[in-house]
C-alpha cells in the first residue's frame, strides 16, 4: 500500500463546475496535509494546508479533512480552464514534520 | 526575494558523468529539501537541511547522491557516474522552520542521461 494515494485520472469537468479531488493515507498519525498544483512541466505550486478535522476555505478552494477515515479532498468551485493541472496532496507521517509523502496526483481537466 | 531558484533548468549528461545542481532557497527559511520526481510520479523525499546540517537522507540518496549546505545559504546536489534511472527533475524546496506551512518549491532541474 503506498503512503498516500489518488486517483490518476483524468477528471474532466465542465467550465463553472465542482471539482473533487481525494487522497487518502496510510499513517494514522499523519498530521498536516498539503495541496499543490502542478501545471505541465512546471513545478509544483502551493494551494493550501489543512491540520484539523473539517472543512478550510480559501476563495474558490475547499480543503475537506477526516482523520477517522484517512480522507482529504479538495473542491474546486466554479472550475475554470486555468485550472487544469495535475494536483497532489501530500501528507507528513510518522510525526515527521521534515518531509512529505506525495500522492502520484490526479490530472484535471477544465473544459470550457 | 525572488523565490527559490533552480541552476541549471535543464541538463544533458551521458551516462557515467557526474553532475551538479544548484539550489538558492527563499533568505528567511532556514529548511532546504532535495526532492527527486519522475513523469507520473508526486516527489519524492531525498533530503533535508536545516541551515548547514543535513538532518535526513532518503535511502533513495545512494552512495553516488551528495548534496551539501555551506554556510547554510545555497545548496548543491552532486551525482557521480550518473545512470538512465538518474534521469528526473530534481526539484529544491524551502520553508520556515518545521515546515508548517508548507514548501515553496523552485522551477527544477530536469535531468537527462543519455
Known amino acids: 500500500q503506498k503512503e498516500v494515494e489518488q486517483n490518476s485520472g483524468p477528471l474532466s469537468v465542465p467550465e463553472g463546475a465542482i471539482a473533487s479531488l481525494n487522497c487518502t493515507y496510510s499513517d494514522r498519525g499523519s498530521q498536516s496535509f498539503f495541496w499543490y498544483r502542478q501545471y505541465s512541466g512546471k513545478s509544483p505550486e502551493l494551494i493550501m494546508f489543512?491540520?484539523?478535522?473539517g472543512d478550510k476555505e480559501d476563495g474558490r478552494f475547499t480543503a475537506q479533512l477526516n482523520k477517522a477515515s484517512q480522507y482529504v479532498s479538495l473542491l474546486i468551485r466554479d472550475s475554470q480552464p486555468s485550472d487544469s493541472a495535475t494536483y497532489l496532496c501530500a501528507v507528513n507521517m510518522r510525526g515527521n514534520f521534515n518531509k512529505f509523502y506525495f500522492g502520484s496526483g490526479t490530472k484535471l481537466n477544465v473544459k470550457p | 526575494d525572488t523565490g527559490v531558484s533552480q541552476n541549471p533548468r535543464h541538463k544533458i549528461t551521458k551516462r557515467g558523468q557526474n553532475v551538479t545542481f544548484r539550489c538558492d532557497p527563499i533568505?528567511?527559511?532556514?529548511?532546504l529539501y532535495w526532492y527527486r520526481q519522475t513523469l507520473g510520479q508526486g516527489p519524492e523525499f531525498l533530503t533535508y537541511f536545516q541551515n548547514e546540517a543535513q538532518l535526513e537522507k532518503s535511502r533513495l540518496l545512494s552512495d553516488r547522491f551528495s548534496a551539501e549546505r555551506p554556510k547554510g545559504s545555497f545548496s548543491t546536489l552532486e551525482i557521480q557516474r550518473t545512470e538512465q534511472g538518474d534521469s528526473a527533475m530534481y526539484l529544491c524546496?524551502?520553508?520556515?522552520?518545521?515546515?508548517?506551512?508548507?514548501?515553496?518549491f523552485g522551477s527544477g532541474t530536469r535531468l537527462t542521461v543519455v
Open positions: 524546496a524551502s520553508s520556515y522552520p518545521g515546515g508548517d506551512y508548507g514548501y515553496t
Open positions: 489543512i491540520y484539523s478535522n
Open positions: 533568505s528567511e527559511h532556514n529548511r
